[in-house]
């Protein structure tokens, strides 16, 4: 039995993919693949291997099925969906009993980047965003007409927009679509354009909104604020607004998960005798205690001081690692300290087993980037 692709893979896209980015990669392969196009043998396979992906992912509820359990998560579900509006804009024609270019249509979907401190991320915020979307016109109302007067119905196309012509494919009937040429595809003439937004019906403005951003999000996530994106055509739904996070490297701290990683430095003899020390967390400085006869190497745990889990209660660590410091330079009175700790250790060395120095290895190389 052949295994079915990911759908994410046949478009090309990744997991993050918004709407807009889904269709515009189902747009170009689309085009590429269409059997009325493309002359190899495999290209109607291709094409409907297309079409089910871009079935899937351009669904929310299919995509949210599809993200948490994969092909399995999707059995039952028809894959049924219209393609007109997309083959109108590829190749200029649709199947009959498509919607007309006058109908309501959903707006397109905007992004904005938001950059937190490591700090913020930590604690979640309120972030105040300022952006720039069109808005009805204020002054026509989103008619496009000056005040006073009004659009009317286009006598070419008899209100539709579109011009027709029908044709037999492979794919059943279909027809040729052209935008009408007297209205422009809006299908009413507009004799007296409004001043304002010169008849286009919206005009851009600033909007502020406050977005809610969780604790614990992780750098690159992107927060989906339904509505709030541009407006629809002929009374359609508005897209949604995207926000992307990025969290800004911290001076001291390292994430890894849900954890936060510490490199602190000590010297030898805190390390041979033991301290106590102060070190920076999240939360303000911490006391910690460096046991007697530390390595290189050595991992301290601050259990639930690192960052919020997402989706539960509770926090991570902080992971304090410890290095350390072999001094390059020595005062006279330091060099005979040394000397004769030199003489009561002696000479002898000792050749540590390979199993020991590769534990070392994977736990430092577990705590890098």
Known sequence: MVEKRDYYEILGIDRSATREDIRAAYRRLAKQYHPDVNSAEDAEDRFKEINEAYAVLSDDERRAAYDRYGHAGLKGVPLDFDLGDIF???????????????????????RYDVALSFEEMITGIDREIRFERLEVCSVCAGSGAEPGTSPVRCETCNGSGEVRQVRQTFLGSMVNVSTCPNCRGSGEIISSPCRNCQGRGHERQEVTRTIPIPAGVNDGIQIRISGEGEPGINGGPRGDLYVRVRVQPHRYFRRRQDDILLDLQINIAQATLGAEVSVPTVDGDHKLTIPPGTQPGKVIKLRGLGVPHLRRDGRGDQLVVVSVEVPRSLNEEQRQLFQSLAESLGTEVTIQERGFLDRVRELLGGLAD
Do not use: Y
């Open 88 to 110: 109108e804009e590829l190749f200029g024609f649709g199947s009959f009993g498509r919607r007309s270019r006058n109908a309501p249509r959903r707006g397109a979907d905007l």
